[in-house]
């Protein structure tokens, strides 16, 4: 069966720090990734998305970026927090081809930057 | 522009029916979601519509009306762990998911 791993699972950090958030995807092969964010109370917002490695597709113009360096890793960062970049974070797949298909979300990891 | 639109709150009693209602406005449609989220978890799938109509599974019934760009999420026999945010998403026409900014439903004994 497919899992999904996220971690960590909490992170405080001072404004102006580094940021590297990991998820990994095990049990399919080339999946599609995304990385979303989700301020309080609001809705999921696509940061970026991935169809295959070294293939990254982003939505919002910010100070993150992305990387997949493998298959089944998918890798947001930040060279440099901003207050406003707090939120929970969630990584989630889907099968390749399949757009209609339904999301597997990691359990999300809540950033604080202070 | 995309838009969904759902209510931001709703408070309903343990053992009765809720109905949370969702309407779009997108650029194509390509079926939509309904997903559940506890506090401080993430979301998990409970229904995908892409055909006018309802879809039953179990306690949880999901209509969809393409015409009237209108879903909806019917729970019957509300139960405390109900207790979640009920999120709509719409795949458009480029296979993108358009999210609702999701309901707050309180259960109350």
């Known amino acids: 069966s497919q899992t999904i791993h996220q971690w960590p699972a909490t992170l405080v950090q001072p404004v102006g720090s580094p940021l590297s958030l990991e998820c990994t995807v095990e049990g399919t092969s080339n999946p599609n990734l995304y990385w979303y964010r989700q301020a309080a109370g609001r809705g999921l917002q696509l940061l970026f998305y991935?169809?295959?490695?070294?293939?990254i597709s982003s939505e919002v113009p910010q100070n993150l970026s992305a990387s997949r360096p493998q298959d089944r890793q998918f890798i947001l960062s930040s060279k440099k927090l901003l207050l406003s970049d707090s939120g929970f974070y969630l990584c989630?797949?889907?099968?390749?081809?399949?757009?209609?298909?339904?999301?597997?979300f990691g359990n999300g990891t809540r950033l604080t930057v202070t | 522009g995309q838009n969904i639109d759902q209510p931001t709150e709703m408070t309903a009693t343990e053992g009765a029916i809720v109905q949370i209602n969702c309407t779009y406005q997108?650029?194509?449609?390509?079926?939509l979601f309904w997903y559940q989220q506890h506090a401080g978890e993430a979301p998990t799938f409970l229904s995908y519509n892409v055909l006018d109509g309802l879809e039953e599974k179990g306690r949880f019934s999901s209509f969809l009306s393409r015409s009237k760009g209108y879903s909806y999420l019917l729970l019957k026999e509300l139960q405390m762990k109900d207790s979640a945010s009920y999120l709509c998403?719409?795949?458009?026409?480029?296979?993108?998911?358009?999210w609702g900014a999701g309901t707050k439903l309180i259960i109350k004994p």
């Open positions: 989630a797949w889907n099968p390749a081809g399949q757009g209609h298909s339904p999301l597997h």
């Open positions: 998403a719409v795949v458009d026409s480029n296979y993108q998911l358009i």
């Open positions: 991935s169809v295959g490695i070294g293939q």
């Open positions: 997108t650029s194509g449609f390509n079926g």
